[in-house]
């Protein structure tokens, strides 16, 4: 009896014991992150703004051809006068390269349809059929980059940005140099060169959205020089205008770009193997600062 006594304290006291154990709950489970998607800004907008300069136009093909050697290649062309004329033909898919070798193709007489009853000595329709021609009667609108061309409505003295329609009639009014080229019938309106009013289209490329703005500056200052042609002497006159007025557009650029043009004459398309070499020199010579802002507005 005292055995089972005993052994039924035994059992008790275990039960007790097992009463007074707290149960052992599950371990909590480490969160889980949760990935935050990684979202990519998009790369600045660079606009290509081309100034006018007549045969010194030839130096944009230059500067072109440095851009893309080191990667570069805008997103927006705005082009006035002379810069209209490569901003068309850069926008509608060539390359520097092709842009080279048809400056080195390209005849005067593509320009030159002398106007006999006209306001200008020019007509420029012949001017009008070479970039249509070029750019296979496409609309700016169709082109491969986007391209603005600036010309100047001879009745409200303002610039006026041409971002659709027919390219050669918008170039051909971008360039229509007052006393050189007739004036250009647009919609009932008649336009000028549009360096009387921007010469180089800094603001129309802003308006259109880019980020980064790359001015290619190709005025040069009066020859000064007596006994002048008749056309070198009206070019002369426009470039002291150009010069004052574009100084004022070119402080809303990023770069500027200068090309060396002393000694090349605006009416002279002999020299545009020369005007091609300085053109990329002063290109090379801005690469680092345009590097520099893209890398700096991509973060």
């Avoid at 805008?74 to 509608?92: K, M, N």
């Avoid at 070119?250 to 004459?265: H, N, S, T």
Wanted: proline residues 7%; aromatic residues 4%.
């Amino acid at each position: 009896m005292k055995k089972t006594t005993g052994l039924l304290a035994v059992v008790l006291g275990l039960c007790a014991c097992t009463t007074n154990i707290a149960p052992v709950s599950a371990p909590t489970p480490a969160p889980v992150p949760v990935p935050v998607p990684v979202v990519a800004k998009a790369p600045p907008k660079v606009a290509l703004a081309l100034g006018g300069g007549a045969a010194r136009g030839f130096a944009h093909i230059g500067v072109i051809k440095a851009l893309e050697t080191q990667g570069i290649r805008p997103d927006i062309i705005v082009g006035t006068s002379a810069g209209s004329v490569v901003g068309a033909l850069y926008a509608a898919g060539n390359d520097a390269f092709a842009l080279q070798k048809m400056a080195f193709q390209m005849e005067e007489s593509s320009f030159s349809d002398w106007s006999v009853f006209g306001r200008g000595l020019l007509k420029g329709e012949a001017l009008e059929k070479f970039i249509n021609q070029q750019l296979a009667n496409k609309p700016i609108e169709s082109l491969k980059r986007r391209l603005a061309v600036v010309a100047t409505d001879l009745a409200a003295g303002q610039p006026t940005v041409f971002v659709s329609g027919n390219p050669g009639t918008a170039v051909r009014a971008s360039s229509a140099v007052p006393g050189v080229f007739s004036p250009v019938v647009i919609r009932g309106k008649e336009y000028v060169d549009g360096g009387v009013t921007s010469p180089v289209p800094v603001r129309a490329a802003r308006q259109l959205g880019a980020d980064i703005v790359i001015a290619v500056d190709i005025s040069e200052q009066p020859t000064g020089k007596s006994n002048q042609g008749g056309i070198d002497l009206l070019l002369d006159t426009i470039s002291i205008m150009s010069v004052t007025l574009g100084s004022f557009e070119m402080r809303d650029a990023d770069v500027v770009i200068r090309p060396d043009v002393k000694g090349l004459p605006a009416a002279n398309f002999q020299q545009r193997h020369e005007a091609i070499l300085r053109g990329e020199q002063a290109g090379f010579a801005a690469i680092p600062r345009i590097k520099e802002l893209i890398a700096a507005r991509s973060q």
